[in-house]
C-alpha cells in the first residue's frame, strides 16, 4: 500500500470535504484522517482504498491511471492486490473502496492469452480459456463491502470488477448488476443517457477504443447514466448467461445483444453511494478527457464532496 500524498494546495478541496463531513454527521460509522486546516479547527480528508489488478488488468497500469485521478482531486488513495485480505476490518479506515479487478483467479497457473475473455464467441481461440480459473470472492466478503456501503460509506467499481457479482450475491446486490462479457478492443460510442446525475454533469458524448463490457443491471434502470453503442454496427455474440442461471460460469449458445451495451450506473445503498463506470481497460481509455471529467464528478459524489 502507498499513498500518493502531494505538495499542492488543498484548501479549495477541503473546504469541501469539511462541508461533506458536516453533513455525514457522527453517525456514518466512518473514520478520516484528521488534518489541521488554518484558524478553521480540525478538518478531515476521506481516504480511499482500492483493490486492484487480475491477469489482465495490470495493476501497475492501473495505479498510474488511478495516481493521476486523485492527483488531480487532490485526494489520498491507497492501493493493495491482496484480494484474500478483504473484511470488514481492512475497510474500516476507509470511506471509499474501488474495487478494480474481476472474480478470477489462477493458483495452478494460466497459460491463456491475456488479450482474451470469457464467454465471447470472438474469442481466437474458441475454446474455453479459463480451465484452471478459480474464484476468489466469499460471501464474507461481499458482506463486508454490503455492509461497509449501508453504513454511508461508497463503493466505485470499475470496467471488469462487473464480473466480480458472478461469483457473490452479496456484492452484487450492492453493485447492482452483473458482467455478460465483452468483444476485443474495438471503437464505440459512449452516450449519456441521464444527465440531470451529478455524476455526468458537464460531461459530453465521447468515443473511445477499449472493451464494450455487456452487463444487466438489476435496479431501477433510471439510475443508468451510460450506454456504449457501437456506431458501426458491429454486435457481440455473448456465451456467458446471468449467473442465476448456473452459478459464475454460466453460459450457453452465442447470443447476440446488439449493439448497445449497458455501461454505467449510479444508485444510494442503505446511506452510502455506488457507481459503475465500465470503460478502462487501457490508460488511454481511463485518461479519455470526458471519461476522466466522469470519474471526478463520480468520486466526488460518491465522497460526498461538494464541486
Ligand atoms: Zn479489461
Known sequence: ?????????????????VAATAALGPASGTAAVPMQGAGTGEIFRPRTLALIGDRAHNSDAIRVSLDRLFNELELPIEYTTNYYDLSAELLRPYRLFVCFRDNYVFPNGNLSPSGTARGSRQNPLGADLFPNAQYWITEEQGQAVKEFVESGNSLYSMHNNVFLSRSSKNYREVQG?????????????????????????????????????YAIYDKDPRNILLNSENIDGLVFDATLRDPVEGGPGAS???RNLGTTS????????????????????????MWQPEHLKLQKNAVRWLLKIES
Open 252 to 254: 450457453g449458445p452465442p
Open 177 to 213: 448488476g452483473v458482467a455478460l462479457s465483452h468483444p476485443a478492443l474495438r471503437p464505440f460510442k459512449v452516450k449519456i443517457v441521464n444527465r440531470e446525475h451529478p455524476v455526468t454533469k458537464g460531461v459530453s458524448d465521447f468515443m473511445v477504443t477499449d472493451e464494450q463490457h
Open 1 to 17: 500500500m502507498r499513498s500518493n500524498e502531494t505538495d499542492r494546495s488543498r484548501r479549495a478541496l477541503l473546504k469541501g470535504i
Open 262 to 285: 449497458t455501461s454505467g450506473w449510479a444508485h444510494e445503498f442503505g446511506r452510502g453511494r455506488v457507481v459503475f463506470t465500465a470503460i478502462g481497460h487501457t490508460i488511454h481509455a
